[in-house]
């Protein structure tokens, strides 16, 4: 096997909007590199996209809790448990990536839509 092609074959769909077989190329490679950041990350995005949501959220947790300063694994955490409608569990994460990167909008606007969903707005 040929982790390195087999990465960018899976970039490659996943770029091209094929979520599940990225997924597919990117669960031997994490089993054989399981600290390897960089492909748990598009694994987790892979699984978001593809709506495989715990699958997603087990990676992502997993990065955060190796890096509690990777903004964007708790971002795409945060983006997860809402997906998920676990709405304060995602806040927190959000919050947290959004406090690390303040000038990112989409950080921004993400805790703001999750703030909403917490105090009972739509």
């Known amino acids: 096997m040929d982790l390195l092609a087999d ?8 770029e091209i909007g094929d979520a599940t ?10 089993e054989a590199e399981p600290n390897n950041a960089s492909v748990r990350q598009l694994l987790a995005r892979a699984y ?14 997993e990065l955060v809790d190796r890096d509690p300063s990777d903004h964007y694994a708790h971002h795409v955490l945060g983006r997860t448990l809402e997906r998920l409608n676990r709405y304060p569990d995602a806040l927190r994460h ?6 690390m990167h303040s000038d990112n909008h989409d950080y921004r606007t993400a805790v703001s839509r999750v703030e909403n969903r917490v105090s009972g707005g739509r």
Do not use: D, W
């Open 94 to 99: 959000l919050r947290i990536a959004a406090a």
């Open 48 to 61: 978001f996209k593809s709506a495989q949501l715990n699958r997603a959220e087990e990676h992502l947790q």
């Open 21 to 30: 077989e990225a997924a597919r190329l990117l669960e031997p490679i994490v």
């Open 7 to 14: 990465y960018r074959r899976a970039t490659l769909f996943f």
